[in-house]
T-cell receptor, first 114, second 113 residues
C-alpha cells in the first residue's frame, strides 16, 4: 500500500536559516513524489516533483528535495528561509500500481521567525 | 484567468440541505479529483474521474456523489449535509499517468450548521 508520513507537523525556523521538512513514503513500485505548498487561504501550488530522473530535484523559490530510495525518503530543503516561506507543505506520492491516485501526507506547518 | 475554478468559494448551509460544489478546468486534462481538507489530516480523496465515463470512489466517498458533465466539469454533491462535512474542498486536475502533477482550484470553504 502507498502512504506518506510527514515526520513533523510543525517546524519553526529563523529567517535566513536552513529549512528541512521531512517526508518518508512507502510504495510498492517506482513512485513519483511531489511537494506542494499552501499559503493561508490559498490553493495548493507545486514546488517540485521527482519522476525517476535525477534524484536531486530543484524546485521553485530555492527549494530542493533529494530522493533516497534506500531510506524511502524525500526531504524538502532550502538553504535560507524567507518570511514568505511561511505556509503549509504537503508531501505526495503516486505510482501506477495505486491506480495513479495521489496520496497526501498530513502536512507540515512552517513558521519563519523574523 | 485561473486554469481550475471552483464555485462557490464560500458557503454556509444547514443540516439536511442538498448542496452542489462545481469545478471547471481549462487545462484540457482528462483526470479530475475532489478532495476535502481538515486540519491535521491533510487532503483526503472523495472521488476521482479519469474520463467522462469513468468515475471512482476515493477514501471517503460516503455522503457524497459526483457528476462529470463534460471533460471540463466535475461537480460534487452533498445530498443531505451534516456538520462533520464542514471542511475546505478542493478540485484538482491532472494528465494521465502517475508522473504528472495535479493542478488545484482555489478551494471552497463549506460550513454546515
Amino acid at each position: 500500500a502507498q502512504s506518506v508520513t510527514q515526520l513533523d507537523s510543525h517546524v519553526s525556523v529563523s529567517e535566513g536559516t536552513p529549512v528541512l521538512l521531512r517526508c518518508n513514503y512507502s510504495s510498492s513500485y517506482s513512485p513519483s513524489l511531489f511537494w506542494y505548498v499552501q499559503h493561508p487561504n490559498k490553493g495548493l501550488q507545486l514546488l517540485l516533483k521527482y519522476t525517476s530522473a535525477a534524484t536531486l530535484v530543484k524546485g521553485i523559490n530555492g527549494f530542493e528535495a533529494e530522493f533516497k530510495k534506500s531510506e524511502t525518503s524525500f526531504h524538502l530543503t532550502k538553504p535560507s528561509a524567507h518570511m514568505s516561506d511561511a505556509a503549509e507543505y504537503f508531501c505526495v506520492v503516486s505510482d501506477w500500481s495505486a491506480g495513479n491516485q495521489f496520496y497526501f501526507g498530513t502536512g507540515t506547518s512552517l513558521t519563519v521567525i523574523p | 484567468d485561473a486554469d481550475v475554478t471552483q464555485t462557490p468559494r464560500n458557503r454556509i448551509t444547514k443540516t439536511g440541505k442538498r448542496i452542489m460544489l462545481e469545478c471547471s478546468q481549462t487545462k484540457g486534462h482528462d483526470r479530475m479529483y475532489w478532495y476535502r481538507q481538515d486540519p491535521g489530516l491533510g487532503l483526503r480523496l472523495i472521488y476521482y474521474s479519469f474520463d467522462v465515463k469513468d468515475i471512482n470512489k476515493g477514501e471517503i466517498s460516503d455522503g457524497y456523489s459526483v457528476s462529470r458533465q463534460a471533460q471540463a466539469k466535475f461537480s460534487l454533491s452533498l445530498e443531505s449535509a451534516i456538520p462533520n462535512q464542514t471542511a475546505l474542498y478542493f478540485c484538482a486536475t491532472s494528465r494521465g499517468g502517475s508522473s504528472y502533477e495535479q493542478y488545484f482550484g482555489p478551494g471552497t470553504r463549506l460550513t454546515v450548521t
